[in-house]
């Protein structure tokens, strides 16, 4: 099993198509808070971000080509983290 | 030196370099927590304060940061098809995108320092609160995040040399691995530093 993750070679193509995903997201958040949303806009805005963030995870940092050990040790830890924000900021919304 | 044998644990490296990567998430996240609270407690003076950066110097930074960490990515995949010249070319692109990220960053703060906007300056103090909360930890999480640069910038250079010389090739490609996933990280943080610092205002 190792030795298979160790072995896998990302086509260079993949990386690049990444890449062009990553900039739309970039010039969309940009887009998106031109336009006055409120609340609405800082939602779109950390979402957006979120989402280039897990691309940048799976993809660029290759942990869809890792084992599973490693996997599930940066998804708790990152949704730990986001979980500790989420909450610390929910405590300062409705207090 | 062939005859001696060399132990190495190419996984156990990676997941050293992920539990580094760990503590680095803790240290901004802290920051973000402070940066929330503070904006919280100051909406109309971080407001204001936002839509003095430029979104465009910003915007620029952040396309130039992603294409860096997919260069440095597909120097990865070079490596690994023993393509020497394709990775060293693809490093150096990556430390030229370093570059231009820090050139933007030079003018960016200069301008601010120009216009009387700096740490501890009398025209901050005169804006009030609110505004030397904002700027603080924009010069602090910015300057931050731009130290890793740096650091990432001298990582790749040793990693670029050492391609050059023939001492990290296909056989051995960790350390050009864990500096990539160094890159990744800083290139993460900028993901979350550009939305809260320029866009939303």
Known sequence: ?95 | MSTIHLHRDDEASKLGMWLFIFTELLLFAGLFIVYGVYRYLNPVAFHLAAEELSVTVGTVNTIILLVSSATIAMATTAIRLKNKQLTILLLLATLFLAFMFMTNKYFEWKGKFEHGIFPGSEDLLRLGHGDTLFFSLYFFMTGLHALHIIVGFVLISIVCYRVNNNSLTANNPVLLDNSGLYWHLVDLIWIFLFPLFYLIT
């Open chain 1, 1 to 95: 099993m190792n030795k298979h993750s160790d072995n896998h070679i990302v086509p260079y193509r993949l990386y690049i198509q990444v890449l062009a995903g990553l900039i739309v997201m970039t010039i969309l958040s940009v887009a998106i808070t031109k336009i006055n949303l409120d609340t609405l806009t800082v939602f779109a805005a950390i979402l957006l971000a979120s989402i280039k963030s897990a691309l940048v995870l799976t993809f660029f940092m290759h942990l869809k080509f890792d084992n599973k050990l490693l996997q599930i040790l940066v998804i708790s830890v990152f949704l730990l983290v986001a979980l500790v924000l989420f909450i610390t900021f929910l405590d300062y919304n409705f207090r």
